[in-house]
Structures are given as C-alpha cells and as structure tokens.
C-alpha cells in the first residue's frame, strides 16, 4: 500500500490518485474499503486493525473523517499510516459520508465497512471471488454476527419491503448460528454495515442517494441495482462481526426521525400504482394513530415522529430542527 495521504474534498490531486495504484496484483483485483469515522478513532483502529491482518493483498483503505465534534483522528493516522484519510468539514450521514469516500476509490471493487466491524480474515478474498466469478451480481454482502456474541446472527439475507408497511427484516436475526443460513442465496438487500460493490456498477447507476443521510439509503441502492439487471447475493462463507447492540432497545430519538422519514422516502421513490395508495392508506389511518399512541406522552419523539412525515410532505423543505 501506499503512503498515506489526507486529503481535504477540495484537494488539487482529487482524481489524480489512480496513477500510484496497480489494478490486480497477483491476479487479484483491486479493493478500495471505505469506512466512515465519527467521533470513534479507536472503534475505526480496531476495524483497520482487522483489516490489516485479512489474507487480501491488493486492497487500500480510505477512511472518511466526517465532521467529528470530539476525539480528534490523528491516532488513525498515527497506528496506520498506510490507510488515507478524507477529512468532511461537516457530518455526511451514512449515504454522504461513503460517497465522499467513494470520490477517491478507483479500485474495480468498493468494499463498504461500518467502523464498528471487525472482518475476518478470509473475508475480502470470499466477496471478490463471487464477484468476478458471476457477472450478472452487482453487490454483495457476508454473513454479519454480533461481535458482542459472534454465535448470535444479525443479517443472513433479507426479505423483501413489504409495500403496505414498507418494512423489512434480516433473515436470521437474532437466531444462534447452527448453520442453518449457509447456503449462499440472492437476496433482496445487502446490508450497509458490509457490502460489495463492483465499480462498474456504481458507474452505471451513480452514487448512494444522498437525501437518506441515515437509514433506507442502501435499500434505496439496492434497488437501482436491481433495476440496472443485477443480481444482489448473500455470501455466508464471508464472516464480519457487527458491534451493533445486540439486544432490543428503543431507538434514539434521532433514529426514530430518520426511519420515519426515510420509510415515506423510500415508499415515495419505490413503491408505485395501486400498491403505493395502498401503503398511503395504511400509513394514514393505522401506522400514524399507532405511533402516536404508543408515544403518547414522550414529546421529543412525537415532535421527531411527525417532523419526519412533514419532510415528505414538503419533500425536505421543512427546516425546523428535525428532533
């Protein structure tokens, strides 16, 4: 790999970047991993730590500083000076934050990492391989457990968006790991925390929709993928371990407002003709009487609930502070 380079989005070399890097080595294409850092250098160390020790070879690592408020990124640059880091003035969100990494990532694959995963060795060289062995996929995603108890299964899959409740679920959560999903399957979504994507694809459907900010915008993606002719596939002999929080718990009240908003989104820009009126119908006489009800009395996440269908219904020109 090379040295390592911080760059600022306005930097002069923007672009100019792919000369220093060989597109396969040893037969094996090259990989461009990119994670976002927010407030949690040494959550993003243990990641690249990971990385690091994988048995890929041809691969370089951007890291998007996306606008952190507190624990300044230098030991990143300190512990793997290997790995370039792209600084954001102000917090991306998900979809902004990989898309600015994705600026800089000229490999043939794009490797998307939460920071708050650890990846197993094997794990590049598995999703590669699927990759360049079947032309018709588009994006990929591993087997993903809870890092808190690696035999507890977070995501072997995913059904489809139900289009009257405009939910889904990963297949397997929750389930303790007995090998029941390791069968390698299409699949309807990958999941934001690992996915895959070949750069050809990238280029012919463009960069994540940068309205989600949080939440929905990989599905979002996915269905570009999708529309494009591309198949999405569930790799389970790839392993990443996710330090999400493994057990239920009520979301933050900014979670609430991002998957209220982005459920309306993605319902707005996906489901069209009879199924979207009904879906409209549901939201509007169950779905809204439902979530006021339940959070009756908990003003912060009313005030979030109905701000986030607001910003629908004036298609983000509600400016009042979300939540």
């Known amino acids: ?170 297949i397997g959560n929750h389930q303790v790991d007995n090998g029941q999903h390791d069968i390698e399957m299409d699949t309807c979504y990958v999941h934001g925390a690992a996915m895959m994507v070949s750069k050809s694809v990238i280029n012919t459907i463009g960069p994540m929709p940068e309205k989600y900010f949080l939440y929905y915008g990989e599905l979002d993606w996915c269905e570009s993928i999708k529309k494009a002719g591309y198949r999405i596939r569930y790799i389970p002999t790839a392993l990443v371990l996710h330090k999400e929080w493994m057990m239920e718990r009520k979301e933050s009240v900014m979670k609430f407002y991002y998957q209220t908003r982005n459920r309306f989104l993605f319902s707005r820009r996906n489901i069209k003709g009879w199924e979207f009126a009904v879906s409209m119908m549901y939201m509007l006489f169950i779905s809204i009487p439902k979530n006021t009800l339940v959070n009756l009395g908990e003003f912060e996440r009313i005030k979030a609930y109905y701000n986030g269908l607001l910003w629908n219904l004036t298609d983000g020109r509600f400016n009042v502070k979300p939540f």
Do not use: W
């Open 1 to 170: 790999m090379v040295n390592g380079i911080s760059i600022e989005p306005s930097d002069e070399n923007y672009g100019k970047l792919n000369m220093k890097f060989s597109n396969t080595i040893n037969n094996q294409p090259l990989v461009f991993i990119v994670t976002i850092n927010f407030n949690d250098p040494y959550v993003t160390c243990e990641l690249l730590k990971s990385i690091e020790e994988n048995e890929y070879d041809n691969f370089e690592v951007i890291v998007v500083e996306n606008g952190s408020t507190k624990n300044s990124p230098q030991i990143i640059q300190d512990k793997f000076p290997n790995v370039k880091l792209v600084f954001s003035s102000t917090n991306l969100g998900f979809t902004g934050g990989n898309n600015l990494g994705l600026k800089y990532a000229i490999g043939r694959y794009i490797f998307f990492l939460n920071n708050d995963t650890v990846i197993t060795p094997h794990t590049i060289g598995t999703l590669v391989e699927k990759l360049v062995n079947d032309k018709e996929l588009g994006a990929v995603s591993p087997k993903i457990n809870f890092h808190s108890n690696p035999k507890i299964i977070q995501y072997a899959g995913s059904t489809p968006v139900n289009p009257l409740t405009i939910r889904y679920k990963h």
